[in-house]
């Protein structure tokens, strides 16, 4: 079946960017998204890229997409203390059911 | 402004005492999902409906079930719950799957505590 597969943690300083990677095994997802919780809430869509695109930025965020490694990553620029959540990759299966990563916890420090 | 709203944020039942998790959208969208997720872990998808049917995953236990009266509403019902069910509940919509991008809308959950 299909596998995600994340780093469970990243620790960085505020202001410095952050990039947390993500594998899959199976490239038929048309999208691969991020998603971003916070202590005790749901899931936010934070971005999701096009699968024939390398590279989608919005904002602080920018998604790179390397189809052929499948590997996928999430930059935020300048992080802030508010960016301090869990980050979890996920993309699509045949059916269209989303199958994530185990998440990545980013801990900014001040 | 919240767009799919779980209800309540937090309950606590007994063990074995039934109890329901509500979900509501204003989305309109018409695939309506519920997800378990346990501490530390991913999100782990119990069942959908698309439209008015209903698609259960395969390990999902019997315990769990599911309602939707109507495209705005959906109820997760436990019926005996057991000390291994404490969790956050997600609930999530989206549009047609198969049609273009459809992301997922997640709501803030309910997180179920057993006694």
């Known amino acids: 079946g299909e596998d995600v597969e994340q780093s469970l943690f990243l620790s960085v300083r505020e202001g410095d960017s952050s990039v947390i990677n993500c594998t899959y095994t199976?490239?038929?997802?048309?999208?691969l998204y991020w998603y971003k919780q916070e202590p005790g809430a749901g899931l936010q869509l934070l971005t999701y890229?096009?699968?024939?695109?390398d590279m989608k930025q919005d904002q602080r965020l920018t998604v790179l997409l390397n189809k052929k490694d499948k590997h996928l990553s999430l930059r935020i620029a300048d992080t802030q203390t508010g960016d301090s959540a869990i980050y979890f990759c996920?993309?699509?299966?045949?059916?269209?059911?989303?199958?994530f990563g185990s998440g990545t916890r980013l801990l900014v420090r001040p | 402004d919240a767009m799919v709203i779980q209800n309540p944020r937090y309950q606590v039942t007994q063990f074995g005492k039934p109890v329901t998790l509500s979900c509501s959208q204003t989305?309109?969208?018409?695939?309506m999902y519920w997800y378990q997720q346990k501490s530390s872990q991913a999100p782990k998808l119990l069942f959908h409906?698309?439209?008015?049917?209903?698609?259960n995953e395969a390990d999902t236990p019997d315990n769990f079930q599911s309602r939707r009266p109507n495209t705005s509403f959906c109820f997760l019902d436990i019926r005996s719950p057991g000390l291994g069910d404490a969790a956050m509940y997600l609930c999530?919509?989206?549009?047609?799957?198969?049609?273009?991008?459809?992301?997922?809308?997640f709501g803030d959950g309910t997180r179920l505590s057993i006694l």
């Open positions: 996920a993309i699509t299966d045949s059916s269209y059911k989303l199958i």
């Open positions: 199976d490239s038929s997802s048309t999208y």
């Open positions: 409906y698309y439209d008015k049917d209903f698609n």
């Open positions: 999530a919509t989206s549009r047609d799957p198969g049609v273009s991008n459809q992301p997922q809308h």
């Open positions: 989305l309109n969208h018409n695939v």
């Open positions: 890229i096009f699968s024939n695109m």
